[in-house]
């Protein structure tokens, strides 16, 4: 079994607008009836609360069963944050610069010995020291910041604003894209895993 979630990022926030805009998404998921205004003990991580589905949460999900689950709250996470898909390995990133990707396991799903070196110690660098996170592209050589990165399957994805849904039914493209709309037009990408 295991607890399954899917992390709504939003792809544009800035740091500085990113709290603002959870209030903002919040108002609009509990006026619509997805999930309730108050906090209660309903997710996983970030001291247990968050916000349970509201009278109308079958509106966002493709299964209209009720999630009879502890663990089926909305979690809101603002500021620097690497999120993450939960399983498995990363194949591989982009450079932003050269657009080469850089691969991490070879077709037999062995790790590449070396490939991880240039990322190592960026994502902490980036989400908790406040810093650039910079990773030395081995193709081009040059610098960017590990949060310009793009990985295969959204991996990972660096971002400022995101909304975990624990074992909620597959979120409908009708509903990200409303949430993308309440976020003033923002690009989303949606995270699935497991924990
Ligand atoms: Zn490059």
């Avoid at 991880?116 to 989400?127: A, L, R, V």
Wanted: aromatic letters at 12%; glycine letters at 14%.
């Amino acid at each position: 079994m295991g607890d399954y979630f899917q992390t709504v990022v939003d792809l544009d926030a800035t740091e500085e607008e990113a709290a603002a805009l959870g209030v903002r998404a919040l108002d609009w998921l509990v006026a619509e009836g997805i999930v309730a205004a108050e906090r209660t003990d309903c997710v996983l991580g970030g001291g247990g609360f968050g916000h349970a589905p509201g009278p109308q949460y079958a509106r966002a999900v493709d299964d209209p069963e009720p999630v009879n689950l502890w663990s089926n709250g909305l979690r809101i996470q603002t500021g620097r944050t690497v999120f993450d898909s939960g399983q498995g390995e990363p194949e591989a990133a982009r450079c932003p610069l050269c657009r080469t990707d850089v691969r991490f396991v070879d077709d037999n799903w062995n790790e590449i010995d070396g490939a991880w070196d240039p990322f190592k110690g960026t994502f902490e660098e980036w989400s908790e020291g406040g810093g650039p996170g910079l990773v030395h592209c081995p193709a081009c050589e040059r610098p960017s910041g590990v949060d310009r990165w793009t990985w295969e399957d959204d991996y990972f994805v660096c971002g400022t604003l995101g909304f975990t849904f624990w074992n909620w039914a597959e979120l409908t493209f009708d509903f990200t894209r409303d949430l993308g709309r309440a976020l003033g037009g923002h690009r989303t990408v949606v995270l699935r895993g497991k924990l």
